[in-house]
């Protein structure tokens, strides 16, 4: 059991790395899409005079920014946080509809598919 129980923590250790780099890569491509549409709006907003053409920079922003607290930042650390507030004292929002599974559960449905698959 305690093998089986690192093998899944090891796991999910690599599936969060994975997730950090890929939002450290993506950071990469989005920072380059934002700097040049920054410097283009900003451009156009002089040239015509409107400032209007400047609007998109703000969602624009609130998603770079996003992307670099998820890779960089301490994004992880505070939904950690958060996750752990509400395993302490929300405990009623994380259960399972019908309650837990049982082993009677499991074999009732297997034993219902089994007669389901051998009727037809």
Do not use: C, H
């Not at 700097?35 to 920079?57: D, E, N, Q, Y």
């Not at 920014?65 to 509400?86: F, H």
């Not at 559960?105 to 009727?119: G, P, T, V």
């Amino acid at each position: 059991m305690e093998r089986q129980l690192m093998m899944q923590n090891e796991m999910r250790e690599r599936q969060m790395a994975m997730q950090i780099a890929w939002s450290r890569e993506f950071l990469k491509y989005f920072g380059t899409f934002f700097g040049i549409a920054a410097v283009s709006l900003t451009a156009g907003a002089i040239k015509k005079k409107k400032p209007a053409f400047l609007f998109p920079i703000v969602p624009l922003g609130f998603v770079l920014t996003y992307q670099y607290d998820m890779g960089y930042g301490t994004l992880i650390q505070r939904m950690k946080g958060e996750a752990e507030n509400i395993l302490e004292t929300e405990k009623s929002k994380l259960q399972l509809p019908k309650g837990m599974i049982t082993f009677e559960n499991l074999e009732k449905a297997r034993r219902e598919q089994s007669k389901f698959f051998i009727d037809k």
